[in-house]
């Protein structure tokens, strides 16, 4: 996905990702998508890599990540 954006000319600072669950793939495209720039929102309760992302010492409180708040 990153060689087809940036291929496209597309610059990770205008990628957006949201994050709901997700296992060792998501947990590996959330991180490298903050890395490079791409803003990353996570529903905190759907658990697993979008939750451990949160509470990560290390990226939990980066700037580009977002929690996301489910309304009804």
Same mark, same amino acid.
């Given at each position: 996905?990153?060689?087809?954006? !940036? !291929?496209?000319g &597309? +610059? +990770?600072s205008? &990628?957006?990702?949201?994050?709901? *669950?997700?296992?060792?793939? %998501? !947990?590996?495209?959330?991180?490298?998508?903050?890395?490079l720039?791409?803003? &990353? *929102?996570v529903? +905190?309760? %759907?658990?697993?890599?979008?939750?451990?992302?949160? /509470?990560?010492p290390?990226?939990? /409180?980066?700037? /580009?990540? &977002?929690?996301?708040? +489910? !309304?009804?």
């Amino acid at each position: 996905m990153w060689l087809d954006l !940036t !291929t496209a000319g &597309v +610059p +990770p600072s205008q &990628v957006k990702i949201i994050g709901i *669950g997700g296992g060792k793939i %998501s !947990t590996l495209e959330y991180r490298l998508a903050l890395a490079l720039g791409a803003a &990353v *929102g996570v529903f +905190p309760e %759907s658990h697993r890599a979008a939750e451990e992302l949160l /509470n990560d010492p290390r990226w939990g /409180n980066h700037r /580009n990540l &977002v929690t996301l708040i +489910p !309304t009804r």
